[in-house]
């Protein structure tokens, strides 16, 4: 960290994990398999810039960027044609305008992903051409009206052209914006003979960043393909944590281990093995009590970082919906209520970033604590 920063951040966070940081916003990947995290707190544009645009459009992550985010975040699955598109799910009946193509009705259907029936459109039964004739929708329009007035306008992008946009950002921003790409039920995806890894490590590779230094982190709420991808990627690598349940990989071959194991200081020294970080539910890192309010901070920052594991805790919402229950407003669930006090809690915690859906709150909650009379 330059020495002006260092004294600022020192003088007026002594008690903050931050002091260690380089200055915000640059990349920096956890330093080995052992030490402390050297990371600074990122801002990750979860989904994009998901608060303020359908999520998971290249509007959404240009919109990140623009804001100061660090990263872009796509979630990945395949078309019929092997082509990785970005999707939270398989199921696109959510977040396109599918259900009102009636070329398309014959193709709804039943599937059972990661032990959970779902109904609807499923990217796999689509090329590309035919997923490109779709439009992007808002996911939550009871709570994001304002989005929807973007439903209809954008496509469902490539994984290739989220590349191209980060690398054209990077040059016009004149600062690296990272990909934090997250490969979306790997398990099923694999089980119907359509992986994505090698469609993800080969992309990964065009980009000309499989290298230590990229600005990459490649996520997975499984294990199994993580442990695998490390012999292929030299990116960082992110091992996703529910707050309850098991990994899909690790259920389906009768392990018993859930998340739960993970987190204790042997998961946590397993993990390190294969990955660089940790990307829990924040529920994990500051757990709230029966009534929703926010508690005090777990043992899991400081565990994680005993073994050289960076946290990136998800996901980081400015809705009274999503806060918890000190923090919300008297409005209603879509009313934005004290977000700063929440990044506040978690900075504080030591974290070494945020996957959040309004990165401009979550830059100006960085800022504020790095320089409070800014
Ligand atoms: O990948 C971190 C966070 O995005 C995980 O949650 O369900 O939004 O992908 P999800
Ligand atoms: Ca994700």
Do not use: C
Not at 269 to 292: F, M, N, Q, W
Not at 325 to 351: I, M, N, T
């Amino acid at each position: 960290m330059p020495s002006p920063l260092r004294g600022l951040v020192a003088a007026a966070l002594t008690t903050l994990a931050l002091v260690s940081a380089p200055p915000a916003g640059t990349f920096a990947r956890a330093p080995g398999r052992a030490g402390r995290p050297a990371a600074a707190p990122v801002v990750i544009g979860h989904r994009g810039a998901s608060g303020y645009r359908p999520e998971h459009t290249l509007a959404a992550y240009e919109l990140a960027a623009r804001m100061g985010a660090d990263f872009i975040e796509p979630d990945l699955v395949t078309t019929s044609d092997g082509v990785l598109v970005a999707r939270h799910e398989p199921e696109i009946g959510g977040t396109t305008d599918v259900a009102a193509r009636p070329e398309f009705a014959e193709r709804r259907t039943t599937k059972t992903i990661d032990g959970v029936a779902h109904d609807g459109w499923f990217a796999e039964d689509f090329t590309l051409a035919e997923l490109r004739t779709l439009r992007a929708t808002e996911r939550i329009p009871e709570i994001r009206q304002e989005n929807t007035i973007y439903d209809g306008r954008y496509r469902v992008p490539t994984f290739d052209e989220v590349l191209a946009l980060r690398e054209r950002l990077s040059d016009e921003l004149g600062r690296e914006i990272g990909v934090y790409p997250e490969t979306k039920s790997p398990s099923y995806f694999a089980s119907i003979g359509r992986p994505l890894e090698p469609a993800l490590v080969a992309a990964i590779e065009r980009a000309g960043l499989n290298r230590p230094d990229a600005p990459v982190f490649v996520q997975s709420f499984e294990t199994q393909n993580l442990r695998a991808l490390r012999g292929q990627l030299k990116v960082g690598l992110i091992q996703l944590m529910q707050a309850t349940g098991a990994p899909a990989d690790l259920a389906a071959a009768g392990d018993p281990r859930g998340y739960a194991d993970l987190v204790t200081p042997q998961g946590l020294a397993d993990i390190a093995t294969y990955a660089d970080g940790i990307g829990p539910d924040k529920d994990l890192v500051i757990g709230r009590d029966a009534s929703e309010a926010l508690g005090e901070p777990t043992a899991l920052v400081t565990d994680a970082h005993a073994v050289g594991l960076l946290v990136h805790p998800y996901t980081f919402r400015n809705e009274n919906r999503f806060l918890p229950a000190q923090f919300r407003s008297h409005g209603g669930e879509a009313d934005y209520g004290d977000a700063f006090a929440e990044y506040e809690a978690f900075l504080r915690a030591g974290v070494d970033g945020v996957f959040t859906d309004s990165p401009d709150t979550a830059v100006a909650a960085r800022a504020a604590l790095l320089d409070p009379v800014g």
